[in-house]
C-alpha cells in the first residue's frame, strides 16, 4: 500500500506562485510514475503534469510555461511549482502514483494511488 501525502495548498492572488510538495511513503516501487491533477467545481479531473521515474514530463497545455513538475527520488517526493497564477486555476489538487513504471502516464485511470487532495484558490 502506498500513501501520499499533499502540502502547499492556500489562498493567493492572481499572478503569485505557489510550490505543492507530495510525499510517497509505504511499499513503493523501484521506478513509479507521478501526477498532478486538478478538478474544479462541477468539473472532471483532469491532468495538470506528470513525470517519470526517469524525470520524463508532460503538462496540461493551459500550464506549459507556468508550472513545473519535478521529483525528489530520494525523498519519494513529488513538486509542482506553479507561477503566474490565474484564477482559473483556482480547484482542488490531487497528487497520484502508479507503481512499476518507468513511463509517462497522462490519464486518471492509470493511477492508483492518490493524495486527499489540496485547495488552491486564486483570487483576482
Known amino acids: 500500500q502506498v500513501q501520499l501525502v499533499e502540502s502547499g495548498g492556500g489562498l493567493v492572488q492572481a499572478g503569485d506562485s505557489l510550490r505543492l510538495s507530495c510525499a510517497a511513503s509505504?511499499?513503493?516501487?523501484?521506478?513509479?510514475?507521478m501526477a498532478w491533477f486538478r478538478q474544479a467545481p462541477g468539473k472532471e479531473r483532469d491532468l495538470v503534469a506528470a513525470i517519470s521515474s526517469g524525470g520524463r514530463t508532460n503538462y496540461a497545455h493551459s500550464v506549459k510555461g507556468r508550472f513545473t513538475i519535478s521529483r525528489d527520488n530520494a525523498k519519494n517526493t513529488a513538486y509542482l511549482q506553479m507561477n503566474s497564477l490565474k484564477p482559473e486555476d483556482t480547484a482542488v489538487y490531487y497528487c497520484?502514483?502508479?507503481?512499476?513504471?518507468?513511463?509517462?502516464?497522462?490519464?486518471?485511470?492509470?493511477?492508483?494511488?492518490w493524495g486527499q487532495g489540496t485547495q488552491v484558490t486564486v483570487s483576482s
Open positions: 509505504g511499499r513503493t516501487s523501484s521506478t513509479y510514475a
Open positions: 497520484a502514483a502508479r507503481l512499476w513504471t518507468e513511463l509517462v502516464h497522462t490519464t486518471a485511470e492509470e493511477y492508483g494511488y
